[in-house]
């Protein structure tokens, strides 16, 4: 098993940038926020610390960015309740309380800013262009929701919801009672497991699930009540004083696409479409929600409407990762000219620094 576990605390949805980033620093002593432009070494300072961290064995989580996929946005030692996060735009973060649990770490003061002068006129218009390409990737996925809701609309029909409570009872059932004795810490946790990317749709389910000993995959068309189960199970084990990790869709930030239950070992996850997710072990589970709570004519019924919604959502979801990726290409001509006005060799002694005194803390 792995000690590094990898999510994100951020999303590009149709909500626009969705921001969990308060929830994933929630709890630390010990916080530090990079400042700085772009391609002024964050990620890789977050990496460097990470790593020699999670070498001496302690157990780190990597919050990954969701606008690029090479990039990392933060790192947590939860054994240590010390984070180590980006705090400029979008996921904006500034200290709570300054010098006594956050400390700012200001990578601008390694860089030349008469380099930067000297392309004023390129780098406000780079910003500028990256700005109207998030915009543009944003409104489109706003689009793909509006669509995808006329998809559940059209299966809503055939939902039979007494069926559907009758399996949320049935997996409340199972998961409550084989291990009622586990050990109750109620601390909750909100989370992305996966986000909209430059390069599609990315998901760590494999990663957060491999010290889980009960998989429960949810499988089912649009509207088929898989995020209102999840919702009911982690409600009930929130009321048995169980805590509860709440990872919510990347397009949809008010839906929920998996829930875990640290002390139970288990997780209910939506193992459909964009991020499909088939049984790999003895233990995991396949509950099809199409088959048990819908009526499979709508299919032959609605062919035309579901194709047609289908091949609408689809587009406007390429639509938008077009867009992100738009906006990764300008982003990188803008990290051109922010490293070549950085101090790097300065930048890898302040995080060999960090990462000494974070190590210092293990006991």
């Known amino acids: 098993m792995s000690n590094?576990?990898?999510?994100?605390?951020?999303?590009?949805?149709?909500?626009?940038?969705?921001?969990?980033?308060?929830?994933?620093?929630?709890?630390?002593?010990?916080?530090?926020?990079?400042?700085?432009?772009?391609?002024?070494?964050?990620?890789?300072?977050?990496r460097h610390v990470g790593n020699a961290v999670a070498e001496k064995g302690e157990p780190i989580e990597f919050l990954h960015c969701s606008s690029d996929n090479d990039s990392l946005d933060g790192v947590i030692i939860p054994s240590l309740k010390v984070g180590i996060v980006d705090g400029t735009a979008p996921h904006m973060m500034d200290p709570k309380y300054p010098g006594v649990v956050d400390d700012i770490v200001h990578l601008g003061d390694f860089r030349d800013d008469t380099k930067l002068n000297e392309h004023k006129k390129d780098i406000v218009a780079l910003t500028d262009k990256n700005k109207n390409a998030f915009s543009e990737a944003y409104a489109a996925f706003a689009d793909a929701r509006n669509v995808h809701d006329d998809l559940e609309a059209i299966y809503l029909t055939a939902m039979d919801f007494q069926k559907a409570d009758q399996v949320t009872e049935e997996l409340i059932e199972k998961i409550f009672s084989e291990t009622a004795e586990a050990e109750r810490v109620p601390i909750n946790k909100h989370r992305f497991f996966g986000a909209a990317t430059p390069k599609g749709p990315v998901h760590f389910y494999d990663n957060l699930t491999e010290d889980v000993r009960k998989r429960y995959i949810l499988k089912g068309r649009a509207g088929s009540g898989k995020s209102s189960i999840m919702k009911k199970i982690?409600?009930?084990?929130e009321s048995k004083a169980y805590g509860v990790e709440y990872y919510y869709c990347a397009f949809d930030p008010e839906s929920i696409d998996m829930v875990i239950i640290p002390a139970l070992q288990t997780v209910i996850l939506d193992g459909t479409d964009p991020h499909p997710?088939?049984?790999?072990?003895?233990?995991?589970?396949?509950?099809?929600?199409?088959?048990?709570c819908m009526d499979p004519s709508i299919e032959k019924q609605k062919a035309a409407a579901i194709r047609e919604t289908e091949t609408s959502y689809k587009n406007k979801m390429k639509q938008g990762t077009h867009y992100l990726n738009e906006a990764k290409k300008i982003h990188d001509e803008l990290e051109k000219y922010y490293g070549q006005a950085m101090d790097f060799l300065s930048i890898n002694r302040k995080a060999q620094e960090l990462a000494t005194e974070i190590i210092n803390r293990i006991e």
Do not use: C, W
Not at 234 to 237: E, I, L, R, S
Not at 277 to 292: K, L, T
């Open 4 to 46: 590094v576990k990898n999510y994100y605390a951020g999303s590009n949805s149709s909500l626009g940038f969705y921001s969990l980033y308060e929830e994933a620093v929630q709890g630390l002593e010990q916080l530090y926020i990079l400042k700085g432009g772009p391609g002024t070494g964050k990620s890789t300072l977050i």
């Open 234 to 237: 982690g409600k009930h084990a």
């Open 277 to 292: 997710f088939d049984p790999s072990r003895e233990n995991d589970e396949i509950v099809d929600m199409f088959v048990r």
